[in-house]
């Protein structure tokens, strides 16, 4: 293969400035770079996010604490909803996406390279107008500062009359803006995967990966836009005195919930859907076996795409829906377990028989595995209605969406940053490190969020600042504010790793795992032009056939 | 040797449906998801307001303006199988037809809300029939702002002669967006002017 393979002449150029540097990162529509600065954006934000939540829980740690006050505490858990879901998952979920669909699908950029940067950099500013409330929302009205209405900012906590000053005006402003970005980038998402595959990649052999992430764009195309519909209906009661959700005037507050929620639903399968997307991908290779049931996973995604359209309503519940609405969306909840109990199995039968390599991607893959099927469990509860009107809005509910984002999606993304570190930065991570950022993370998580479920049960409500002694809730909140400090240990020992790596790890050489999608066959870190060749591929391991000719894939796909 | 490159076989004769068209249709959908929220939201809050005016009241559906945009549909398929066929000429005319149609339909529009403001004293902030109305019917009136911006632009390029037979592409994938403007206007105008009355 050495006739035909080119390799382009490695010209070593001297060191340029840094100004310079700095001006090609910031002027790039390279999807590789773009992919990183959407990942290094949200990692800020993580630890601001993580600042935020761990705010919160010394609040909470004992009762009658006063940390901070009221007022600052509902601002700290809406900044943190906030920041999390739009500024953390959100930008990690697109970074690896813009950085691995088209090295995957065997392109040389994303379809649209300019809308790209202009849709990361929408993102970013939309993130700093958020923050910049801090400073600006306090404006002449000498009211708060940072929004406090909750990350889903029912009305009429919106209105102007409950929410005098600008605070809630950033926060419409910024998740339009970063709406705007989001929905750029799943067009682009989209058109690529649509568009820019490589020769003999029928849909039918892309990695997972790609397919899950085309899911994915979809969804946001479908979800997002509504969101932004919505806000744009909040901006005209704000500003223009509309009356959309102006109960005084005929408007409805509880359409604002279903605008929301239509949104905020399939906005988890977002999240999650590249969740699974880096499972499909991590899993197979640290099992050395080719993923179990490749068109039943497409099928049992595209499925969570549509059901999980149609179940936003299970988020509302306790606001008193009328039976058949009730019904409907239980059955729809309990429906969307069946598909993703196929993946849970899917990736099980995987794992069957094959011979596992415990790195630390695969550690963080298999814990998504038990925390993921535990978080559905607690959604199947919670989806049933009667049970959620005893616990809707309480801490069960906290404990379990945290579950999802936390134990599923965080981990595999964790996994993802370990696995996809070496072909991004060239070197390797260390392994002693991610293990111990493995265990300090799970163990902290499952001090949280375990025993978050219990007050819960107990009746605490979401969203207090503060308690009264003696409700059996105390010693449990103790455990997990105490988990709080476990995780961000783990959160340093992780970046600490990247840092380290980055500056002092060995070459991890283009393929260090073994693996079979195309992002392996490029350098670490691959060139700005993917390949120097497109490649062609016959089956869905495209790098194993390469490396077993005498028994490729294709002879049995 | 550091990189493993995939010889290249055959050359890629396989057709990928192309960039334009599906990013535009993408779009459309994205588009699309929006407008349902407005429309949803019009159709939720139909004899909802408080107080008047009332859509039975102030209304009367612009059926000129509604043929001139519709009509709009047709003229910009033309001018773009024109360029496809080479024919500058037909092109730039049917294109200028276009134009014309769009800015005749957000005239029909200014006079309408002018009407409304300052005779019917209904605004935005009246009653809820106003927030809607006025939401609905802008948000479709900023897309044809925007597909206008977009046509003069094209217009300004065709005068000038820089529009040439190998931008019939592109210049489809701008009619794709009009006609989109010109589908939503259907539903608007069944929801506002037919349903909403």
Redesign the interface.
């Known amino acids: 293969?050495?006739?035909?393979?080119?390799?382009w002449p490695h010209t070593e150029t001297a060191a340029y400035p840094l100004v310079d540097k700095l001006h090609e990162w910031v002027a790039t529509v390279d999807h590789k770079r773009l992919g990183i600065l959407y990942i290094i954006y949200a990692l800020v934000f993580l630890v601001i996010g993580g600042i935020e939540a761990g705010i919160m829980r010394i609040q909470l740690i004992r009762a009658h604490n006063d940390f901070v006050s009221p007022q600052v505490f509902n601002r700290m858990f809406t900044m943190h909803g906030t920041t999390m879901i739009f500024f953390v998952v959100m930008p990690l979920v697109f970074g690896f996406a813009n950085y691995l669909v088209p090295l995957m699908i065997g392109a040389r950029d994303m379809?649209?390279p300019r809308l790209n940067a202009f849709s990361f950099w929408l993102t970013a500013f939309a993130g700093l107008l958020l923050y910049f409330s801090l400073v600006g929302a306090n404006g002449l009205y000498g009211a708060g500062n940072a929004p406090d209405v909750g990350w889903f900012a029912y009305a009429p906590l919106t209105s102007r009359t409950f929410s005098v000053g600008h605070s809630t005006d950033f926060w419409t402003l910024a998740l339009l803006v970063s709406g705007f970005g989001s929905?750029g980038t799943?067009?682009?998402i989209?058109?690529t995967i649509?568009?820019?595959?490589c020769?003999g990649m029928s849909l039918a052999k892309m990695p997972l990966l790609a397919w899950l992430n085309l899911v994915m764009a979809g969804l946001v195309?479908?979800a997002?836009?509504?969101l932004?519909?919505?806000q744009?209906?909040l901006v005209?009661?704000r500003y223009?005195?509309?009356?959309?959700f102006d109960t005084q005037?005929?408007?409805?507050a509880v359409?604002w919930m279903h605008?929301f929620w239509?949104f905020g639903h399939p906005e988890v399968y977002v999240l999650v859907i590249p969740a699974f997307a880096f499972a499909s991908e991590i899993i197979p290779v640290f099992s050395r076996k080719a993923i179990f049931g490749y068109p039943v996973m497409v099928a049992a995604t595209i499925c969570i795409g549509f059901i999980g359209m149609s179940v936003w309503a299970h988020h509302m519940f306790t606001v008193g829906m009328s039976s058949s609405a009730n019904t409907f969306f239980v059955l729809s909840t309990m429906a969307i377990a069946v598909p993703t109990g196929i993946k849970i199995f899917n990736w099980l039968a995987t794992m069957w028989g094959g011979k596992i390599e415990f790195k630390t991607p695969m550690l963080f893959c298999v814990a998504f595995l038990f925390q993921f099927l535990v978080a559905g469990l607690t959604g199947i509860m919670l989806g049933s209605a009667p049970f959620n009107w005893q616990l809707g809005n309480s801490y069960f509910v906290v404990a379990h969406f945290h579950y999802v984002i936390v134990g599923a999606i965080l981990f595999t993304i964790f996994g993802a940053f370990y696995y996809w570190f070496p072909k991004m930065s060239g070197k390797m991570y260390s392994e002693t490190l991610g293990k111990l950022h493995f265990w300090l993370f799970l163990i902290g998580f499952h001090l949280t969020f375990d025993f978050m479920h219990i007050p819960g049960l107990l009746g605490m409500p979401r969203r207090i600042y503060t308690y009264e002694p003696g409700r059996g809730w105390d010693v449990w909140n103790l455990i997990v504010t105490i988990g709080v400090f476990f995780q961000a240990l783990g959160i340093v020992v992780f970046v600490a790793n990247l840092v380290w790596s980055y500056f002092k790890g060995e070459t991890a050489?283009?393929?260090p795992w073994d693996a079979w999608t195309?992002e392996w066959?490029?350098?670490s870190p691959p060139p700005a032009y993917n390949?120097?060749?497109?490649?062609?591929?016959k089956s869905r391991r495209?790098?194993w056939d390469?490396k077993h000719p005498a028994d490729p894939d294709w002879k049995y796909e | 040797?550091?990189?493993?490159?995939?010889?290249?076989?055959?050359p890629?004769?396989?057709e990928?449906?192309?960039?334009g068209r599906?990013?535009m249709f993408?779009?459309i959908?994205?588009?699309a998801?929006?407008?349902?929220?407005?429309v949803v939201?019009y159709i939720?809050?139909i004899g909802?307001?408080?107080?008047g005016p009332t859509p039975q009241d102030v209304l009367a559906a612009p059926i000129f303006y509604s043929i001139c945009l519709l009509s709009s549909s047709v003229t910009i398929h033309l001018a773009v199988k024109a360029l496809r066929l080479g024919n500058i000429g037909v092109f730039s005319r049917w294109w200028f037809a276009t134009t014309v149609l769009g800015v005749i339909f957000l005239y029909g529009t200014a006079t309408e809300w002018h009407r409304l403001i300052y005779r019917e004293g209904l605004t935005?902030?009246t009653?809820?029939f106003g927030?809607?109305y006025y939401?609905l019917v802008g948000?479709h009136g900023f897309h044809v702002v925007v597909g206008l911006l977009c046509l003069t632009l094209v217009l300004a390029f065709a005068l000038t002669g820089r529009v040439k037979q190998e931008h019939a592409y592109r210049v489809d994938v701008l009619s794709l967006y009009w006609h989109f403007v010109d589908a939503v206007w259907v539903v608007v105008f069944t929801v506002v002017y037919i349903v909403g009355r």
């Open positions: 293969m050495s006739t035909d393979s080119i390799t379809a649209f929905i799943a067009i682009n989209l058109t649509l568009c820019m595959r020769p195309i479908l997002v836009s509504p932004t519909a919505a744009l209906m005209v009661d223009l005195g509309g009356h959309f005037a005929g408007g409805s359409i605008f239509v050489g283009s393929d195309l066959s490029t350098p390949f120097a060749v497109i490649p062609t591929i495209p790098l390469l | 040797m550091n990189a493993t490159y995939i010889p290249l076989q055959q890629f004769t396989r990928l449906p192309s960039r599906v990013g993408v779009l959908a994205a588009e998801a929006i407008f349902t929220i407005f939201a939720f809050y909802k307001s408080l107080t935005i902030s009653n809820l927030t809607t939401s948000l």
